[in-house]
């Protein structure tokens, strides 16, 4: 069974960097198995895809935050990240990682980012 | 705005079916399977369809898929409280190279 937990800080002023990491247990992110995703949903409202990598280091991004952002992989530990700079208060969401192939699907538990001063 | 639009609501009573539709266009749905997703208020989403019509392990025979063109559709047979929730569509984008999910809708067992 593929465990996640997303960790970061919970609170992030505008204009810094939003950086999650994702702790993966259960799975070895270098076996190549899995999409790794990250994926926010804003209190209230519904999933936004953020992007995805591959155990390669190959990944794909949500174009309206392509600019911002960069998801990386560490395989050494195990885990892989999600850089977003700029943030503003629209980008205060339920943070989650997962992990996807087919009918295989895990989730984090979440982790809430407020973006404020 | 979503680029897959589901419809913000449904309802049905106990023990009837209810069907969630997700309408997008060739280069998401029209090319790509579609996948649904079941959400708990204060719960990560759950697995429910992949592949179009595909239940995971674990998951009752009471929730089906089907694609028809740019649209898919969730069936919900035999509806019981516990379904109370928001369902969400998922698809790749092949244009974009990147995932959708659809606006969500929410479904109320009366």
């Known amino acids: 069974q593929v465990q996640l937990q997303e960790s970061g800080p919970g609170v992030v002023k505008p204009s810094q960097t939003l950086s999650l990491t994702c702790i993966v247990s259960?799975?070895?992110?270098?076996?190549?198995?899995?999409?790794w995703n990250w994926i926010r949903q804003p209190a209230g409202k519904g999933l936004e895809w953020i992007g995805r990598?591959?155990?390669?280091?190959?990944?794909n991004h949500n174009p309206s935050l392509k600019s911002r952002l960069t998801i990386s992989v560490d395989t050494s530990k195990n885990q892989f990240s999600l850089t977003l700079n700029s943030v503003t208060a629209a980008d205060t969401a339920v943070y989650y990682c997962?992990?996807?192939?087919?009918?295989?699907?895990?989730w984090g538990q979440g982790t809430l980012v407020t973006v404020s001063s | 705005q979503s680029v897959l639009t589901q419809p913000p609501s449904v309802s049905a009573a106990p023990g009837q079916k209810v069907t969630i539709s997700c309408t997008g266009g060739?280069?998401?749905?029209?090319?790509?399977?579609v996948s649904w997703y079941q959400q708990v208020p204060g719960s990560a989403p759950k697995l429910l369809i992949y592949?179009?019509?595909q239940r995971p392990s674990g998951i009752p025979d009471r929730f089906s898929g089907s694609k028809s063109g740019t649209s898919g559709t969730l069936g919900i047979t035999g509806l019981q409280t516990g379904d109370e929730a928001d369902y969400y569509c998922?698809?790749?984008?092949?244009?974009?190279?990147?995932?959708?999910f659809g606006g969500g809708t929410k479904l109320t067992v009366l």
């Open positions: 997962t992990a996807q192939w087919l009918g295989e699907d895990y």
């Open positions: 259960g799975a070895s992110i270098s076996s190549g198995h899995y999409y």
């Open positions: 990598i591959y155990a390669s280091g190959s990944a």
């Open positions: 060739r280069s998401n749905i029209g090319n790509n399977y």
């Open positions: 592949d179009n019509n």
């Open positions: 998922g698809t790749w984008d092949s244009n974009l190279s990147a995932w959708l």
